[in-house]
């Protein structure tokens, strides 16, 4: 079975940094495309990012509101997914889910979900 | 980037069908996926592809596409169809995500 566990969220002031984990069970990690989702409250997903395997080369890509604050890793040997997000912003609240993406030449699918973690950016 | 439209809110009486629709250029090239999220939950993958099920989705819930529209279409929906649900696909600069549609069963 396919677990995703969250873990790292909590309260941060603006201006600040958080580290949020992902620990992988149940499937081949370092095969996987992972990414990250997020949720503000109330409100619809929003795509943060993606990390591709190693051996598909390991690049990240991410979406306009995160790009160049925000940082995708992976460490393979502890099946963990990291997301380094740097200057948060209040605009940055949400709940963060940390997915296995699979991507094709027609569609991008998130075919596993975490259960979430919750940062907050609040003076 | 470009964007996914969807209606805030249908309903639908239980038993019947219903279809969940979804607006936006990026769908002349790529299909969409679709997720159920329930209250305090997760969203869940029910259809991704031309119109594929993964496992342990009900065969009530399929998929379409025509132009620049996606649809999920629900027949014989049932209490536990209730949920918010979302389409996505990619696009030119990444992924984007629709609005999403509240299901209410009546």
């Known amino acids: 079975e396919v677990q995703l566990v969250e873990s790292g969220g909590g309260l941060v002031k603006p201006g600040g940094s958080l580290r949020l984990s992902c620990a992988a069970s149940g499937f081949t990690f370092s095969n996987a495309w992972m990414s990250w989702v997020r949720q503000a409250p109330g409100k619809g997903l929003e795509w943060v990012g993606r990390i591709k395997s190693k051996t598909d080369g390991g690049t990240t890509d991410y979406a306009a509101p995160v790009k160049g604050r925000f940082t995708i890793s992976r460490d393979d040997s502890k099946n963990t997914l990291y997301l380094q997000m740097n200057s948060l912003k209040t605009e940055d609240t949400a709940v963060y889910y940390c997915t296995v993406v699979e991507y094709s030449s027609s569609s991008v699918d998130f075919d596993y979900w975490g259960q979430g973690t919750l940062v907050t950016v609040s003076s | 980037s470009s964007e996914l439209t969807q209606d805030p809110a249908v309903s639908v009486a239980l038993g019947q069908t219903v279809r969940i629709t979804c607006q936006g250029d990026s769908l002349r090239s790529y299909y969409a996926s679709w997720y159920q999220q329930k209250p305090g939950q997760a969203p869940v993958l029910v259809i991704y592809?031309?119109?594929n099920r993964p496992s342990g989705i009900p065969d009530r819930f399929s998929g379409s596409s025509s132009g620049n529209t996606a649809s999920l279409t629900i027949t014989g929906a049932q209490a536990e169809d209730e949920a918010d649900y979302y389409c996505?696909?990619?696009?030119?600069?990444?992924?984007?995500f629709g609005g999403g549609t509240k299901l209410t069963v009546l």
């Open positions: 592809g031309k119109n």
């Open positions: 996505n696909s990619r696009d030119s600069s990444g992924v984007v």
